[in-house]
């Protein structure tokens, strides 16, 4: 019903920026609240930032308060995470997802934060490496 596609992973030296794209299909992107997660070898997934369906309320992990920046464009389908100062403990692969539509904001951000909640869609992932 809705497909995610990331882009814009690449290989980067510590300190260096990149800027991750979701792109989504279909007619009722503007409804979702969306987030951005990661997963490195050997580790769980974990919640990176999350956006409410209007842009006016986002929420980040505490690893990457300051550094990171979640933002959305609804004419263009697409969410964005600008990410600077990247640290090697960035290395992941970086999904994109959408919890359930009937999720208020609050809910959506707890549900991405570690809830039970599980999300309706995800992406298949794109790798961000940071070397030393």
């Known amino acids: 019903q809705v497909q995610l596609e990331e882009s814009g992973g690449g290989l980067v030296q510590a300190g260096d920026s990149l800027r991750l794209s979701c792109a989504a299909s279909?007619?009722?992107?503007?409804?979702?609240?969306m987030g951005w997660f990661r997963q490195a070898p050997g580790k769980e997934r974990e919640f990176v930032a999350g956006?409410?369906?209007?842009?006016?309320?986002?929420n980040y992990a505490d690893s990457v308060k300051g550094r990171f920046t979640i933002s959305r464009d609804n004419a263009k389908n697409t969410v964005y995470l600008q990410m600077n100062s990247l640290k090697p403990e960035d290395t992941a692969v970086y999904f994109c997802?959408?919890?359930?539509?009937?999720?208020?904001?609050?809910?959506?951000?707890?549900?991405?934060?570690?809830?039970?909640?599980?999300?309706?869609?995800w992406g298949k992932g794109t790798q961000v490496t940071v070397s030393p």
């Open positions: 997802a959408a919890p359930p539509l009937r999720l208020t904001t609050s809910q959506a951000m707890a549900a991405m934060t570690g809830g039970a909640t599980p999300m309706d869609y």
């Open positions: 279909g007619r009722a992107f503007s409804s979702y609240h």
């Open positions: 956006i409410n369906w209007t842009g006016g309320a986002t």
